[in-house]
């Protein structure tokens, strides 16, 4: 394999593992102030445990999430240099306030937030809780932009081979942006809410009768009952604006090869590429056009739209994209119906009397929104090839120079750490699981405020 | 813009400013968490926790730091962080990988089963090792112009030493000033186990430095220049038995002056990072492209300032306030 394509599965490697942290940290960010907002306005103490037991899942979760997106701001000058080089007028800046509103924020207040509670008034607490959970938030903000200019560039003139800015609104409010914001956030809340949903449960299975899971697992349903309908339209609307600018993407993401109406929705098939046609295709006659225009007759765009009159492929391989699609879509089906199914038991049951069969599914969907968030990013972006900035800038030559065993060594080095932390992390959440389930036969389980009774069981940093 | 004079000449001045502070600011937060990692083996089993415990609250925002100078080096100056952070590829892997064991260990060694634990100890050492370790060798390795010479390996595997050496010690000093009884008595022995890394580093730089290059030379050993940069050393050496004095006579009743080795490690830390910062300019890479030269365009550099101008001040100001709502001696960590 040459540098080009192990830089990509590095990076691709590296923000993928990274991802999954930021994923959890936004939107339970927001869960936990959720959690101290109903503590402060009812006083019972069931929101009080549930803030102290995923207050260190966002701990861990923010480490991994700090630590791995050290290693992104390197990449870009260790593996990309030619982005920089070439779009970095506008990157930069993005880059800049991100670090400048969002890191600095959410670096700090996590200190006060994490450790500062016997220290400062509740107020200063609660604030500090708020300003994390912004942070995250605006971090998401700047990321998007970026990302999103990536995709639909805009505001910005070529001189010499290299952009500079001309209009910054344009910039940051480029056409998918919103449409890539909304869709990532509700990600991290669906991501977020499956998680309580599933460690609830898992909790509930190992015989935790807390008031705090009860009400941790009603969150989490509802939540994610709530959730998936609009992402699953702000879904489809992206998927029409990327229709509108990134015509290939779509065309991978249907696996369709020629242009033209009553185009079939395929449900699956194997794309095979090098005979530019579909293997054991099965597909819903017209729905593809159905759903991108609305009317049977629409026409649809097709792959080989995308091959240069020398032959150069200009579109996306198509495999890894239509496949990442139909996993993302397949997870949100998954989502939907074991949300709205849970929804009607928790009516008819209520949480503390659910069946186990349902506690399973739930478990077993703990993290189905990491599945789901991985499947959409690669799909769009590895929907984006061969462009690194679609139209300005060919991945090919934003690449280093670097040898291509050292990128395979550096690689495999971490595969193998990131592989591993994965283990830690997911068998970290399911310990402390277990352990504040058996904390429950235990008849006090109080956590004073500001006192030292009953804290000598605790671990430092627990 | 053109209020300072030429954009394209105050603002990579402006930036280079900016980043070399991050910098610095990093290299003596960091240096003194990374510090405390470092000492983790030397500790008690039942001072590790307290160890840990000193730095809880803040190490996450000091990495920012590191996010911050590379992402000022990435965004005012991208052909200089390419050329930079390819040549230095792979201490910049290390770094990497042991940051990350670093930051996971943290949360690990007291969230995993208590078997777990020593292994997590480790994995925070190994981890605050490889970085600082790394971040030494690329010090030496930009010294001797990012080029992958024998020599200057050797060079770079020396400033690797006694960086990590120069970090034990700022973070032994921080524990002189954020422990008490037992643990403050031996973290003075730490900080005097360590001081001659600085110092050494600090020799090691100054004595190379000026035969890299002969343009450093004549800027240091020029008059009338000698005499402008004569109190840097002097300082220095000062500041080196300042901290030796008071290493020697700590603790004190009531705590006095337990402040002092840390603002001292500090003020030669910013000194030696003071004379570098003298040599290098104008030049980002070595020798070789200036600031002016590797500047982004001066309308991107400028929406940026604007930002940094009102963002800085609130970001220094909320780390104060962090630093201040954790004053006095580390107390347990707890999340309530």
């Known amino acids: ?462 | 813009m053109d209020m300072f004079g030429d954009p394209a000449v105050w603002l990579p001045w402006t930036f280079a400013a900016l980043m070399g502070l991050s910098i610095l600011i990093y290299v003596v937060l960091d240096g003194f968490d990374l510090g405390v990692g470092l000492l983790m083996p030397l500790a008690g089993e039942d001072e590790k926790d307290r160890l840990v415990a000193s730095i809880g609250p803040f190490w996450d925002a000091n990495e920012t730091w590191l996010v911050l100078a590379v992402g000022l080096l990435l965004v005012a100056f991208p052909p200089a962080h390419g050329i930079i952070l390819t040549a230095l590829y792979l201490p910049v892997f290390v770094m990497l990988v042991g940051l990350i064991l670093r930051g996971v260990s943290f949360e690990m060694r007291a969230k995993a089963p208590i078997t777990q634990k020593r292994m997590w100890n480790s994995a925070f050492f190994a981890g605050s090792l490889m970085a600082s370790l790394s971040q030494g060798f690329m010090l030496g390795m930009y010294i001797m112009g990012l080029t992958w010479k024998l020599p200057n390996i050797a060079f770079a595997t020396l400033t690797a030493v006694f960086l990590t050496v120069g970090y034990s010690f700022i973070g032994a000093a921080w524990l002189i000033w954020k422990t008490e009884d037992q643990l403050q008595r031996r973290a003075i022995r730490w900080a005097k186990g360590g001081i001659w890394g600085l110092v050494m580093g600090i020799v090691a730089i100054s004595v190379a430095t000026p035969f890299v290059s002969t343009r450093i030379f004549d800027k240091w050993f020029s008059l009338p220049e000698i005499f402008y940069l004569a109190p840097l050393p002097i300082l220095s050496g000062a500041l080196v038995a300042f901290v030796w004095w008071q290493l020697s006579r700590l603790p004190l009743q009531n705590d006095r002056w337990s402040w002092t080795p840390f603002a001292a490690a500090i003020a030669l830390f910013s000194l030696a990072y003071g004379g570098m910062a003298y040599s290098f300019y104008p030049y980002i890479v070595p020798e070789k492209i200036t600031i002016y030269d590797a500047a982004s365009a001066p309308e991107s550099l400028f929406i940026i300032l604007i930002g940094t101008l009102f963002v800085l001040p609130a970001i220094l100001g909320y780390t104060m306030l962090s630093y201040y709502i954790f004053r006095g001696k580390a107390t347990a960590l707890r999340y309530n």
């Open chain 1, 1 to 462: 394999m040459d540098t080009l394509l192990l830089s990509r599965i590095q990076f691709g490697a590296n923000i993928s593992f990274h991802i999954l942290f930021p994923t959890i940290t936004i939107a339970l960010g927001w869960m936990l102030l959720f959690f101290k907002l109903r503590l402060n306005a009812t006083g019972d103490r069931k929101w009080m445990d549930a803030y102290m037991f995923w207050v260190k899942v966002f701990a861990l979760s923010f480490a991994m999430g700090v630590v791995s997106g050290i290693t992104m701001s390197f990449q870009f000058g260790t593996n990309w240099p030619g982005f920089m080089e070439t779009v970095g007028n506008v990157a930069g800046p993005l880059l800049a306030y991100e670090i400048m509103t969002a890191f600095f924020l959410e670096a700090v207040f996590l200190g006060i937030m994490l450790f500062g509670a016997s220290r400062v008034k509740p107020w200063v607490h609660t604030l500090a809780t708020f300003l994390v959970a912004f942070g995250t938030t605006m971090s998401t903000f700047w990321i998007i932009v970026l990302n999103s200019w990536m995709h639909t560039p805009q505001g910005y003139e070529l001189r010499d081979g290299v952009v500079f800015a001309t209009n910054w609104f344009d910039i940051i409010f480029n056409p998918s942006m919103p449409y890539r914001f909304v869709h990532m956030l509700l990600a991290s809340g669906l991501t977020v809410a499956f998680l309580i949903a599933g460690i609830s449960a898992l909790r509930m299975l190992w015989g935790d009768k807390g008031e705090d899971v009860k009400s941790a697992l009603r969150v989490g349903i509802i939540a994610a009952a709530a959730l998936i309908p609009i992402q699953i339209l702000a879904g489809d609307m992206h998927g029409l604006n990327t229709l509108e600018h990134q015509p290939a993407k779509i065309a991978a993401m249907e696996g369709n090869w020629e242009t033209g109406p009553n185009t079939p929705l395929v449900l699956f098939a194997i794309p095979d590429q090098a005979a530019r046609e579909n293997r054991f295709e099965i597909g819903i006659p017209n729905g593809a056009s159905l759903i991108l225009k609305h009317k049977a007759s629409g026409v649809v765009p097709g792959l080989n739209d995308f091959i240069a009159q020398d032959g150069t492929v200009m579109h996306p391989r198509v495999a890894p994209v239509f496949f990442s699609f139909r996993i993302m879509i397949g997870t949100g089906v998954a989502m939907l119906l074991l949300s709205w199914t849970g929804l009607v038991l928790l009516r008819k049951y209520g949480a503390g009397h659910m069946p186990r069969l349902p506690l399973y599914a739930f478990c077993a969907m703990s993290f189905s929104g990491w599945i789901a968030t991985l499947a959409g990013w690669y799909t769009t972006e590895i929907g984006r090839q061969p462009w690194l900035v679609q139209g300005v800038l060919m991945t090919k030559d934003a690449v280093s120079d670097v040898s291509a065993g050292m990128v395979l060594g550096t690689l495999i080095g971490y595969l193998v750490i990131y592989a591993t932390l994965i283990v830690a992390y997911i068998g970290v959440i399911t310990y402390l699981a277990r352990k504040a389930t058996k904390g429950e036969s235990t008849p006090n389980r109080g956590y004073p405020r500001g006192g030292e009774a009953n804290v000598t069981a605790l671990q430092p940093g627990e």
